[in-house]
């Protein structure tokens, strides 16, 4: 499975659904845009440094995943097929589920915008 911000913010947060699935799961993909996302959070935050060791520890449980020309190419079409149907999402939105579909995993998300996208396994929790 691969999460997105709001699901480990949810866990961050002690979320009694996503607690225990995550807490589960043989591994957990983390997107290096989601990775950056939870560290802006933190740096905005008044508990920086708490939120910062949190993310790491969290991240160094996970296999990070980043982008290269395959997730480009898919995004691409993504971004032309939203824009087409006039659905568009946020592109850091766009390029995790580049990433679940190139890597033909889950992605769990709070997000409903997801739901547009042709090809996507998405799930919220």
Excluded: C
Aim: proline share 4%; charged share 20%; aromatic share 8%.
């Amino acid at each position: 499975m691969l999460v997105d911000t709001n699901i480990v913010s949810a866990h961050f947060k002690g979320d009694p659904v996503v607690m225990p699935k995550l807490q589960a799961a043989d591994v957990i993909y983390l997107p290096s845009i989601v990775l950056g996302e939870l560290i802006f959070g933190a740096h905005k935050s008044p508990n920086r440094i708490r939120n910062l060791a949190r993310i790491e520890q969290f991240r160094s449980a996970t296999v990070l995943l980043t982008m290269d020309a395959d997730t480009a190419a898919i995004y691409g079409r993504l971004k032309a097929e939203l824009s087409s149907a006039g659905k568009m999402i946020p592109d850091n939105d766009l390029w995790v589920a580049a990433l679940a579909i190139q890597h033909n995993l889950a992605l769990i998300s709070r997000d409903q915008h997801f739901r547009n996208i042709s090809g996507l396994n998405w799930q919220t929790w």
